[in-house]
């Protein structure tokens, strides 16, 4: 009997050691972006916008980098579940790269709820075009981005529901070398509820926070924007998607042409729209747009800066061809168009670059 006791209690240790053991993968791509722009784009390696354009002609570049390059790794341990995420966009020269920490966050299941803490995506404006673009339309119609946050889900479908709180990242008006959000004492608020059935989705989403910067002619301003997100998917293969949003001083979302916030309110408004084509073979097809717009151009702040970006415009066009189950070569090619008030001398009111891009991407 003694033995048998022992062995069953030895098999309920086991059990609960084998419930708790830490289960790990990773996941990510090796990718190489090639693109040719025939004016300067605001990154180079990726655009968002288009640089001012001198009346005297264009300059044309061509880059070459890897540091889209993705690795992750998945945690689970019993019901929790984690994420760290890293890209090469954190800075250093072209051949010697600095690491950027896109997420680090962790899941935990508390009854029908979902408390997620860590850095995540923003719960706003979920949705992003399918472009090989590295920023995939920010700037130019498409905001949300990561940041630290607090936030808990329901998915109980068709419903779903999120609510958080973030770090209010944003501007140094004052520059005081202190964030005006970090200096308002309290945290920005996202929210996003959405409806999903077997052919369509739709959501609703807005975020709200206050910034401070102590000693300007208005210390207290705000961040806030209302997003409608929407896909429908037109058969097994096509898929139309996008996103719209309207809001005061969204930079840090990027939103207004990614323009810098402003006491006075910065207001913009923009949206983009995607179509997909899937025959579930080697090539697959992607055709869509972006705008942003600011909404207020006569307002003092505008008025007193040079070459202030007013609005910006893209369309774009993305083939894509599977060599392998893991390796895809892509080919882009996309329209920029920025508008521009109060140019510099020289500097015409529209820029326009024309952009292709070829890429190489294996997925592990």
Not at 150 to 166: C, D, E, H, K, V
Not at 279 to 293: H, I, K, R
Request: with cysteine; charged share 15%.
């Amino acid at each position: 009997m003694k033995h048998i006791i022992l062995s069953c209690l030895a098999t309920l240790v086991f059990t609960n050691i084998q419930a708790q053991e830490l289960q790990t993968s990773v996941y990510g791509y090796m990718k190489l972006d090639i693109a040719y722009d025939n004016h300067l784009s605001s990154h180079g390696n990726f655009i968002m916008y288009v640089q001012p354009q001198s009346q005297q002609g264009n300059a044309h570049t061509l880059s070459f980098t890897a540091r889209q390059t993705r690795l992750g790794l998945k945690l689970t341990r019993d019901t929790t579940k984690g994420i760290i995420e890293i890209d090469f966009y954190g800075g250093g020269t072209e051949n010697k790269n600095s690491i950027a920490l896109r997420k680090a966050y962790v899941d935990i299941p508390l009854g029908p709820t979902t408390l997620r803490a860590g850095q995540a995506i923003d719960l706003i404006a979920p949705l992003n075009p399918t472009s090989t673009n590295y920023t995939v339309g920010y700037g130019a119609g498409n905001i949300g981005y990561r940041r630290p946050q607090l936030a808990i889900f329901i998915n109980q479908r068709p419903y779903s529901f999120a609510l958080g709180i973030t770090r209010s990242l944003g501007s140094d008006l004052n520059n005081d070398a202190i964030e005006d959000g970090d200096a308002s004492g309290v945290p920005t608020i996202q929210t996003r509820t959405g409806l999903q059935f077997s052919k369509f989705a739709i959501g609703a989403s807005a975020h709200y926070g206050l910034l401070n910067a102590p000693g300007a002619t208005q210390e207290e301003y705000a961040t806030w924007s209302i997003n409608v997100d929407g896909k429908f998917d037109l058969s097994s293969q096509i898929a139309l998607f996008g996103e719209a949003y309207t809001g005061v001083n969204t930079a840090a979302y990027y939103g207004a042409i990614a323009n810098h916030d402003c006491v006075n309110e910065l207001k913009s408004r923009g949206g983009w729209i995607n179509l997909t084509y899937d025959p579930n073979g080697p090539l697959a097809f992607s055709l869509g747009g972006g705008l942003d717009d600011l909404c207020e151009e006569e307002q003092s702040y505008l008025s007193n800066l040079p070459d202030i970006r007013s609005q910006n415009a893209f369309q774009f066009g993305l083939i894509t061809y599977a060599i392998s189950s893991n390796t895809t070569f892509g080919f882009e090619i996309s329209h920029w168009q920025t508008e521009y008030r109060n140019p510099s001398p020289n500097n015409t009111h529209t820029a326009h670059d024309l952009r292709l891009q070829w890429s190489v991407q294996s997925s592990f």
